[in-house]
C-alpha cells in the first residue's frame, strides 16, 4: 500500500461500543483496533520505532442506525430491506500511532460516503442472501462484489466504501510528515 512494505494483523477487541453516533463509533473502533496491535508490537517484538500502525474499521448506517453484520440470513433481509430503494451512509475510521521522539503518538479521522440503492425485489434480496456474500459484511452488503447491480449512485469516496479512503489516509500522512 503506498509504496510501503506491510503486513497485516487482526486485532482481537470487542467491537461492542455503546451508543455514540456513527462517526464516533467508527472512530473509536479504529482507535480501539490500531492500540491493539500498537500493544502486540510492543509485547512480541519490543520496538516500535520506524513503525505505523493503521488501524480501520468500516461501519454502515441507515437513518442513524448502524447496521453491523447480520446474525442470520433473517437479518440479512431486515437489513436489506432497510437498503434497498434508499440512501445510507458508510463511515470508514483510521487511526495512526506511531512513535515520535519517544512518545506515541495518535491520529483519528473517518469518512462518510454516501450509498443509494435501486430498489430491489423480494426475489432479488433472496436471490443475493443466497449468495452468502452478505453474512460478512456490514449492513449485509458487498459493494465490490455480487451487490454491485443494486447500487444506483455513490457521493463521495468509492474506497470509502469498500474499507479504507486510501486518498484521504495518504493525504493525512503527508501533513503529518509520515512519509
Not at 8 to 24: Q, W
Not at 54 to 69: E, H, R, S
Not at 97 to 118: H, L, M, P, R
Not at 129 to 139: E, P, Q, S, V
Request: a negative charge.
Amino acid at each position: 500500500m503506498l509504496g510501503f512494505d506491510f503486513s497485516i494483523a487482526v486485532s482481537d477487541i470487542d467491537e461492542t461500543i455503546e451508543s455514540m453516533s456513527p462517526s464516533e463509533t467508527v472512530r473509536e473502533l479504529s482507535l480501539q483496533k490500531a492500540m491493539a496491535v500498537w500493544k502486540y508490537e510492543i509485547e512480541n517484538n519490543g520496538n516500535t520505532s520506524n513503525k505505523l500502525v493503521i488501524g480501520a474499521d468500516t461501519i454502515v448506517a441507515c437513518n442513524g442506525q448502524i447496521l453491523g453484520k447480520p446474525k442470520d440470513a433473517e437479518d440479512a433481509r431486515r437489513m436489506l430491506l432497510m437498503l434497498q430503494g434508499g440512501m445510507h451512509e458508510v463511515y470508514s475510521g483510521v487511526t495512526l500511532v506511531w512513535e515520535e521522539d519517544g512518545n506515541v503518538q495518535k491520529y483519528s479521522f473517518f469518512a462518510c460516503t454516501k450509498v443509494i440503492f435501486y430498489p430491489m425485489t423480494n426475489e432479488e434480496i433472496q436471490a443475493y442472501i443466497t449468495t452468502g456474500d452478505c453474512m460478512d459484511k456490514a449492513g449485509a452488503y458487498g459493494i465490490q462484489s455480487k451487490a454491485a447491480p443494486f447500487i444506483k449512485e455513490i457521493v463521495g469516496d468509492y474506497n470509502n466504501v469498500v474499507g479504507l479512503p486510501v486518498a484521504m489516509l495518504y493525504q493525512t500522512m503527508k501533513q503529518l510528515n509520515l512519509l
